[in-house]
């Protein structure tokens, strides 16, 4: 590296650091789950007890890079400052990525200028979002790049210790993101294309001798053990299920939403960059970065086709393209800017792909979360008022940046200056609305699903605690608590409950008279039971504290429910139909709670049919403004139900409702004589 380039890159890196860091830091809490939890868990468990766990249960992850690097952070007693000091890790790691995009451009005899402008450009685009997030991906980006770097460096030169520097980068690559498991096939597919561009296959695959024997000794670990057990998690795209149609489709979208990442000024030279590369190379430099860099790009939009739905742009797999793409321009550009009629063609062809497929249905889609660009579009549609505008608006800047490209392509002494300024201006812009969509999203979870005090049942002091899902809890409120809070160790599921990530859970069993099972056995620790659709409370049990749908209960011996109303929101709405149990302990006893529809309920009246056990059934009318209350009499000391069902339901935040309740109250007293009944309507 010439000494006077050294700190304008380091200025590039120092730079990208600064930015990353305080976006990071501004961001509440983590919010990409399940992933973000399970990587700080993996980190937790190698620091605690040296083995991939979570939860205690052992996990085959074979990407096992970003916990081991991250483990020592989680030495700080505060869950706060281990988040923040790893999101300090990975904005550093992130932004060291203009290191090998600089010396990668410079290798293929770029000037300096341009290698910065490259390497700024690395550093620029939305996906360093990543930098921020408890992933994979501030570490397997720079890796990536670099392992394209010594693989290109191993293609020209192939030395001993070029080879060895592929293989330890192209390893840790795949260490940190198991989907780079795909670079021998790449560097396969590389060796070949130089083999036949320079009609010397056999004397090329002699030169790689070193690197295609280690490739394919590795081959044979996987091969001998089962690819299903080494791949672990990753495992699901080797079940197949992807027709070739979806998988082009899906291949088209990612493109797509590449382009617009890229800033599209750089795309029409880019992809003709690739071409010559490969067609009229001008040295074995740029044939063996276009022979390595074609086929990974494809094999990066065959991975990402291979998971997710269609309408799921899966950016996370394929935004390593981006930096290529830049350094392939700044070939494109070291040649004068060449068949400008072919690029202004190229450009064309661009604008109407940007112009056909709108971006307004993948923006609103779910999973606009695997794509920062996509985080961003969305924050332009608000801005701009309706998806549709939106998407006009980005579709009109990619016509003008595309036709900028053309423009520039006339006067290349200063177009190639104007397109890398322009392209980073417009990477960066992308970048921040990604940020600032991201950023409001997890303020916005935290003010949700978190009190004040975010590790508040690690304040408390106990240990052990065990997470208790209900059946319709929210996956994401009870991922923050055991984020959290290290304290809380493990899930077990309620009756009707799912499964809340990749690790298999414990289902509890309610005995007769209320006492939670776990495996057979009573459960004596601490609980942390999930309130969001239906009210639970235990016997004999201290509550610690709560968030706005979690309850934390000490019990006292073993855990015992005394009632159980599923299907009654942490709001205090009905859903359309559930059941209340108690387990009394005496015989005898009404027990009564109040309904009420509110002006904001969207049906004008409700009907509620409930039928209790040994009672006949009711029926209460409620209309806007009314309030009453039900109760019953529990002539029971053993399990006692009364199940409701409503004949006319609403909509609130996205959840089918019925009416309002109050928390049911089991008042003494004798059930002789006593029935079901409802009391008279009350002015609200």
Same mark, same amino acid.
């Given at each position: ?51 991939? /766990? ?18 020592? *952070? ?17 904005? #550093? ?8 995009? &600089? ?53 020209? @030169?192939?030395?001993?210790?070029h080879a060895v520097l592929f293989l330890l980068f192209a390893g840790l690559a795949t260490f940190a993101r198991v989907q780079f498991v795909v670079l021998p096939l790449c560097f396969g597919a590389a060796v070949l294309i130089v083999g036949?561009r320079e009609r010397s296959v056999r004397s090329t695959l002699r030169e790689q001798r070193l690197i295609l024997g280690a490739f394919g000794a590795a081959v044979l670990v996987p091969a001998a053990v089962g690819f299903h057990r080494v ?20 291949? %088209? ?6 382009? &617009? ?6 795309? $029409?030279?880019?992809? #003709? ?21 074609? $086929?990974?790009?494809?094999?990066? #939009? ?63 889609? @779910? ?16 801005? *701009?008022?309706?998806? %549709? ?33 322009? /392209? ?23 003010? *949700? ?20 899902? %209900? ?18 160790? !493990? ?7 799912? @499964? ?36 639970? !409370? ?22 015992? #429910? ?39 309920? $969207? ?24 309030? !009453? ?35 049911? !109250? ?19």
């Amino acid at each position: 590296m010439h000494v006077a380039t050294a700190p304008l890159l380091g200025a590039i890196v120092a730079a990208s650091f600064a930015v990353r860091l305080l976006t990071g830091w501004l961001r509440a809490t983590p919010n990409y789950f399940s992933d973000e939890y399970l990587y700080a868990e993996l980190g937790r468990s190698l620091l605690e007890s040296g083995r991939p /766990a979570v939860r205690g249960v052992a996990l085959s992850f074979p990407a096992l890079l970003q916990p081991l690097v991250t483990a020592p *952070a989680w030495l700080a007693g505060d869950v706060e400052d281990s988040y923040r000091l790893i999101q300090a890790l990975g904005a #550093l790691a992130m932004s060291l990525a203009a290191v090998p995009a &600089y010396l990668l451009a410079r290798r293929l005899g770029v000037g300096r200028a341009l290698g910065l402008g490259a390497a700024a450009f690395a550093v620029a685009i939305p996906d360093l979002l990543f930098a921020s997030w408890m992933t994979a991906e501030p570490f397997a980006y720079p890796l990536l790049l670099a392992a394209v770097l010594t693989g290109t460096t191993a293609l020209a @030169e192939p030395t001993r210790r070029h080879a060895v520097l592929f293989l330890l980068f192209a390893g840790l690559a795949t260490f940190a993101r198991v989907q780079f498991v795909v670079l021998p096939l790449c560097f396969g597919a590389a060796v070949l294309i130089v083999g036949v561009r320079e009609r010397s296959v056999r004397s090329t695959l002699r030169e790689q001798r070193l690197i295609l024997g280690a490739f394919g000794a590795a081959v044979l670990v996987p091969a001998a053990v089962g690819f299903h057990r080494v791949l672990g998690l990753y495992q699901s795209p080797l079940d197949g299920g992807t027709s070739p149609l979806d998988l082009l489709e899906r291949a %088209g979208l990612n493109s797509l939403v590449l382009a &617009y990442s890229s800033g599209w000024i750089l795309l $029409p030279g880019a992809l #003709l960059a690739f071409g010559f590369a490969l067609a009229r190379p001008r040295s074995r430099n740029e044939l063996a970065f276009a022979a390595l860099s074609v $086929p990974l790009i494809v094999a990066l #939009l065959a991975e990402a086709g291979l998971v997710g739905a269609v309408e799921h742009a899966q950016e996370r797999y394929v935004f390593y393209a981006l930096p290529l793409a830049g350094i392939a321009f700044c070939l494109y550009a070291s040649r004068g800017w060449p068949a400008r009629t072919y690029h202004a063609l190229i450009a064309a062809l661009l604008l109407t792909a940007s112009a056909v497929v709108p971006l307004a249905g993948f923006a609103a889609a @779910e999973g606009k979360a695997h794509s920062p660009f996509l985080l961003a579009t969305f924050r332009v549609q608000e801005w *701009a008022g309706s998806p %549709g505008t939106g998407s006009l608006v980005l579709a009109a800047s990619a016509a003008a940046l595309l036709a900028t490209a053309v423009a520039l392509s006339r006067v290349p002494e200063i177009g190639t200056a104007v397109a890398m300024t322009v /392209a980073v201006v417009v990477a960066g812009l992308g970048s921040a609305g990604a940020v600032a969509f991201d950023n409001r999203n997890a303020a916005a979870v935290r003010v *949700a699903f978190l009190p004040d005090d975010p590790s508040w049942v690690d304040r408390q002091g106990v240990e052990d605690v065990v997470l208790v899902r %209900g059946a319709h809890g929210v996956k994401t409120e009870a991922l923050e608590q055991l984020f959290w809070n290290r304290s809380v160790d !493990r899930v077990a599921l309620l009756p009707g409950a799912e @499964e809340l990530d990749h690790v298999h859970s414990p289902s509890l069993r309610v005995g007769g008279d209320g006492t939670l099972l776990l495996d057979g056995r009573p459960v004596r620790n601490p609980l942390l039971i999930d309130g969001f659709a239906g009210t639970l !409370r235990l016997a004999d049990a201290d509550l610690l504290g709560s968030s706005p749908s979690f309850m934390l209960w000490q019990p006292h011996g073993a855990a015992r #429910l005394s009632l159980y109303l599923a299907g009654r929101y942490s709001d205090g709405w009905l859903a359309g139909a559930g059941r209340l149990y108690l387990w009394p302990r005496r015989t005898g006893g009404v027990v009564a709670t109040r309904l009420e529809l509110p002006l904001v309920a $969207p049906p004008a009246a409700v009907t509620l049919r409930f039928r209790a056990k040994g009672s006949p059934p009711i029926v209460v009318h409620l209309r806007a403004h009314e309030r !009453r209350t039900v109760s019953f009499p529990v002539c029971s000391r053993g399990p006692w139900y009364v199940s409701f069902l409503s004949d006319d339901r609403g909509f609130v935040g996205g959840r089918v409702v019925s009416a309002q309740a109050g928390e049911p !109250r089991l008042l003494p007293g004798s059930c002789a004589g006593t029935s079901a009944r409802t009391s008279a309507a009350e002015s609200a």
